[in-house]
């Protein structure tokens, strides 16, 4: 039982290249999250999937893209990497109702020049 | 927005001393959750409060939610080096599956 695993760890991009990143949960949870940590910031979600076939965009959702790509998967998508999107993403995810836990994956540390 | 303002941002304390870290926003919050995140991993779960005026305590924390549930407090009594690290606070709007988070308060136990 792995929990939320993300790929991959660290990431380095140029200005205006893309990638996607990925995030898989093994614990069969309905919603699942992303956010971005920068310093002095805490976490600001980025988008989230309350559950498969649903994503909705929560507090700094431009510039990215997400997919819920069946209930353990859900990606995302930088399409045109700009430097204000440097930080630290982390991937979540939690039961459908009521207040269980959210579990967080390990973070993908990226860094755009 | 609802933004969730936490305090103080630092503390820097000796092993043995008390502290409190406050959680505060104009919003109404259905519930609200601690974390601590330590260097290099993700958050996790301390305690989740739900009632108005609700207390936890877990060992030497003790957790309380604001009558109003806008607001909430962390109470760590005779800190140990072991706490050391970011705590959070993430409280969830009603009616919605996602969680706003605070600042953050980054703490340092010394021995």
């Known amino acids: 039982n792995a929990g939320v695993t993300q790929t991959p760890k660290f990431q380095v991009l140029k200005t205006g290249q893309s990638m996607t990143l990925q995030c898989a949960q093994d614990m069969n949870h309905n919603s699942m999250y992303w956010y971005r940590q920068d310093p002095g910031m805490g976490l600001r979600l980025i988008y989230y999937?309350?559950?498969?076939?649903?994503?909705d965009k929560g507090e700094v959702p431009n510039g990215y893209n997400v997919s819920r790509l069946n209930k353990r998967e859900f990606s995302l998508r930088l399409e045109s990497a700009a430097p204000s999107q440097t930080s630290v993403y982390f991937c979540a995810s939690k039961d459908v109702a009521g207040e269980y836990e959210q579990y967080f994956g390990p973070g993908t540390r990226l860094t755009v020049t | 927005t609802q933004l969730l303002e936490q305090s103080p941002q630092f503390l820097s304390i000796q092993e043995g001393e008390n502290l409190t870290v406050y959680c505060n926003s104009s919003?109404?919050?259905?519930?609200l959750q601690w974390y601590r995140q330590e260097p290099g991993e993700g958050p996790v779960l301390l305690v989740t409060v739900v009632t108005g005026g609700e207390v936890k305590k877990l060992k030497r924390l003790t957790f309380q939610f604001g009558d109003a549930r806008k607001d909430s407090s962390l109470h760590i009594t005779a800190a140990q080096p072991g706490d050391t690290g970011l705590y959070l606070c993430a409280g969830r709007p009603s009616g919605t599956y996602k969680y706003i988070f605070g600042t953050g308060t980054r703490l340092k136990v010394l021995a």
């Open positions: 919003s109404v919050f259905s519930s």
């Open positions: 999937s309350a559950s498969e076939g649903t994503t």
